[in-house]
């Protein structure tokens, strides 16, 4: 009796975490889709501030980059604000203290970059990393990887970027 | 001999009122376990299903939209941060104009081809339900698009490109897909990405 209870006891507990490996599994297919547009995103988002620099004849990566030989990323963190022109971020990436790193989700049901104290926050973190290639005033790119990471996941969206709407 | 019968009588003895009971019991509680096992699988598998069904279709969708946005040039233009129901793209192959358009009523994502400037249809044009909602999925009221058009032919209407002429314009298209099945108890999916249009419009530059 004791030896039928105990085989019984080992199968259901593996049907148990089987059925819930499964349901983990597509939660984490969910979440993979919406970081992939998350990343997605940034890295377009990135690319449309090159595309006004450019359309507006300003430097084409003016808010980008600081020098076009040397300086570092002017650009840590981007969300859709850059392309309302009622946002103070029009046109401008998040960057240095504090950090804008997180996910929140609004009431409108939009994401859009927060700090870490943000009640709103999700579990996702979005991160934009700008890397200067030659000098960018002759023939220099840009290369821009887009990061978003949860729960110890991660995936990420690259664009290079070069003095053309290409 | 009286030994030998005793023994039998102990071997055809069978089992007491109290033995039965408890493995009666015990019974019982691996058949309550087992069923409440099945029932928690089925309901596992039902979820997983209905969210590997959502997956699916919002990657169908998007993709669908994405290759649309990024060959065609964007034609609907909501100002200033608005929100419209559809997203009207003209596809460079051949002209022809499709609309990706959010239902109001029944809530579905539909694409329309040959669509004149309001999305409607033209003579011979069709409609179809992108996005299978056999389970039930619904698109709901905070689903949308955001988009500036690639060029707008000189009409002068649109403020958010800014672009230094009506030609030259940046084109961009943010697709905002919330969807929620109201017969599971699942969180409802939401999906946000923008896509930017390669094609801005510069042939239009005199």
Redesign the interface.
């Known amino acids: 009796?004791m030896v039928v209870?105990f085989v019984?006891?080992i199968g259901?507990i593996g049907?148990?975490s089987f059925?819930?490996i499964?349901?983990n599994?597509?939660?984490e297919?969910?979440n993979e889709?919406?970081a992939?547009?998350?990343a997605?995103?940034g890295a377009?988002?990135v690319?449309?501030l090159r595309?006004?620099n450019l359309?507006?004849?300003n430097s084409w990566y003016n808010n980008l980059y600081s020098s076009p030989n040397a300086g570092s990323s002017l650009c840590d963190a981007v969300d859709?604000s850059s392309?309302?022109?009622?946002?103070a971020r029009f046109?401008k990436c998040y960057n240095g203290a504090p950090s804008h790193d997180h996910i929140c989700?609004g009431s409108?049901?939009?994401?859009y970059q927060c700090t870490n104290s943000d009640s709103a926050k999700t579990d996702f973190i979005r991160t934009v990393d700008i890397t200067r290639n030659g000098n960018l005033d002759s023939g220099g790119y840009l290369e821009i990887v887009c990061t978003v990471s949860w729960n110890g996941r991660a995936t990420t969206a690259t664009d290079i970027l070069y003095n053309n709407?290409? | 001999m009286e030994k030998k019968s005793k023994k039998i009588q102990k071997r055809n003895k069978g089992f007491t009122l109290i033995e039965l009971m408890v493995a009666m019991f015990i019974f019982m509680m691996v058949m309550v376990a087992m069923v409440a096992v099945s029932i928690a699988g089925f309901r596992s598998y039902s979820k997983s299903k209905a969210i590997k069904t959502v997956t699916e279709d919002v990657g169908f969708a998007i993709n669908s939209i994405t290759k649309d946005v990024r060959m065609g040039k964007i034609e609907s233009a909501y100002a200033n941060g608005g929100e419209g129901n559809f997203l009207l793209v003209t596809r460079n192959a051949n002209q022809t104009k499709v609309c990706y358009k959010i239902t109001n009523s029944n809530k579905q994502l539909i694409l329309v081809d040959k669509s004149k400037n309001d999305c409607t249809a033209d003579t011979g044009g069709a409609e179809k339900i992108l996005v299978d909602l056999g389970t039930d999925m619904d698109f709901d009221a905070t689903s949308g698009f955001r988009s500036c058009v690639t060029d707008n032919k000189g009409d002068g209407t649109v403020t958010a490109c800014n672009g230094v002429s009506n030609e030259k314009r940046r084109g961009w298209a943010e697709i905002n897909l919330n969807i929620e099945d109201p017969t599971m108890d699942t969180d409802s999916i939401h999906v946000q990405t923008i896509v930017s249009s390669r094609d801005y419009g510069w042939e239009s530059v005199p």
């Open positions: 009796m209870v019984l006891g259901l049907a148990l059925f819930n499964n349901l599994n597509q939660f297919a969910k889709l919406i992939a547009g998350l997605q995103e377009d988002l690319r449309n595309d006004y359309l507006v004849g859709y392309l309302d022109p009622n946002s046109h989700i409108d049901n939009l994401y709407t290409f």
